[in-house]
């Protein structure tokens, strides 16, 4: 070790060459504080969003003990508001967006080969502000209550009449921070694929996960801003006397509705792509077959990609707008489903005839399939106008966005975690926990969401804090809140392996599933600096061409 190495710590930079210090627990979080290493950083990134699942997820479970019987007072009104305005919240910016932004932060510059992301500074940035976001939105306590406004944030909701304390005033400024660690993110994505891909590794030879990574920063590029602009228009409302979105002054709640759901709806899709990525990775090593119409793929997730932001006004059918908007913008909706299914049935002709081993990234990933389809379907159906005037603002739509952001996104994610994990820590995930842990999600999931799609067709509205016993909502109610408590000990499990599997995993090893994407070319964990050579590629599984000489891919792409 050299005076000059970077990952020597201060403290040991002032010792004489060849004295060996044992690290103290304060040099180790001095390093993780002010590192800018790609994979420290994604290492935090899904750190911040596991406590903060830990916490979305104590939410819901108080929101679900609320509601488990007719009329029970366990918490008011009030605190259900907040309480779900929190988790909502708390979900989608502070679990879904860093967990993919982090695995994304890890992955990317392994799979293309780089030595980090292209401004490693700015990624660092972008995580401390992400967390110090979180922090903000949640000092909203501090003013003897949080925000009641939804994730949503609905005007008139937020102007002062009605939100009297600084809470809301929190929680818009903690986003327009969150919001600008995206938005660093996005811009590193985009120019480290774009710059630091290795020797030979055109757009065309790309991992697959890359790609969706790709699009995905576009997204966030592009939906994030006016979120911004909106956020700072409450601001604006709130503090200096502006009327944006104060409707007895001349304001319109209609125009929050179209800056929120232009950001709203592309969000949902920044929260799938990335996961479509993961799986199609995933899929073809544990098929042992390569990823069945690759570029059929790639069109589908740009065609996905930009559909997705020309749709948002399906979440307004309700509002009343004209006919020919409820036309353009049904038709607009059902047209993603077209690029989807073509992704659905390339994964499963990949899988098709494939020697396929079911450890536990590939169970979860079959969760994913079988429970994103079932999603996909009631978002068309909610997607058709007359039937979302029925259902809109019911529990029917909460069981589809959580079908689809669970079953979809957290199924999804798992799946990578225990693909990825032995990378990281150089150590296995148990699998006999994991078959633990993925059957009592995958029931509980079920239970949990299934009665919500019944409760929604009774007319049951969603964000009610009680109901009456005479409804025919109380069965479906109590389901719901059983299934919730099915998956507690599966998050349980889940903790417990990562940490305990850091000591007693199995030793990983390089390239445990015997994969083909250059993160498995490297050590488990890998250098700071990732590969002593850069490899040079010549066609889309790098590492299926250095195991197999004398039958490389590119012979056939
Ligand atoms: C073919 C695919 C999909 C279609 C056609 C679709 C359609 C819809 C429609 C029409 C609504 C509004 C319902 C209402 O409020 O009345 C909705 C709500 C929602 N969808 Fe989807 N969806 C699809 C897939 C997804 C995916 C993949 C995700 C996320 C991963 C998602 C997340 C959400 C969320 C979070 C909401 C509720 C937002 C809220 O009101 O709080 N959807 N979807
Ligand atoms: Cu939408």
Known sequence: MSLADPS???????LPVGTATRPTATTVLHEWITTVDHKRVGIMYVLLSLVFLVIGGIEALLMRWQLLAPR?????????NQLFTMHGTTMVYFV?????????????????GARDMAFPRLNAFGFWITLFGGLLVYSSYATGGAPAIGWFAYAPLTERTFARSAATDFWALGLIVSGIGSLTAAINFIATILALRAPGMTMRKIPFFVWTMLWTSFQILIAVPPLTAALSMIMLDRQLGAHFFDVQNGGSAYLWQHLFWFFGHPEVYIL??????????????????VLFGYEFMAAATLAIAFISLGVWSHHMFCVGMNRTLDLYFAAASLLVSIPTGIKFFNWLATMFGGRIRFQSPMLFVCGFLSLFLIG?????????????????????VVGHFHWVLIGGT??????????????????????????????FLFFGFILTFGPMHVAGFLGMPRR???????RGWTIWNQLTTLGALVQVPSYAIFVYNVVASLWNGKPAGDDPWNAWTLEWATTSPPPSYNFEEIPTVYSRRPLWDIKHPDDPDWLYE
Do not use: C, H
């Not at 799938?272 to 077959?289: C, Q, T, W």
């Not at 957290?410 to 926990?433: H, Q």
């Not at 009610?464 to 005479?470: E, G, K, L, M, R």
């Open 72 to 80: 029970s007072d366990f918490l008011g009104p009030d605190t259900f």
């Open 376 to 396: 996909g379907l009631t978002g068309i159906m909610l997607a058709v106008a007359p039937f979302d005037f029925q259902l809109s603002d019911s529990y029917f």
């Open 96 to 112: 879904g967006m860093p967990i993919l932004i982090g695995i994304g932060n890890y992955l990317v510059p392994l799979m293309i």
């Open 410 to 439: 957290l199924f999804g994610t798992f799946a990578g975690i225990f693909y990825w994990y032995p990378k990281v820590t150089g150590r296995m995930l148990s699998e006999r926990l994991a078959k633990w842990q993925f059957w």
């Open 272 to 289: 799938i792509l990335p996961v479509f990525g993961m799986v199609s990775e995933i899929i073809p090593v544990f098929s042992r077959k």
């Open 464 to 470: 009610i804090y009680t109901y009456d016993a005479d």
């Open 8 to 14: 020597r710590s201060l403290e040991q930079s002032r």
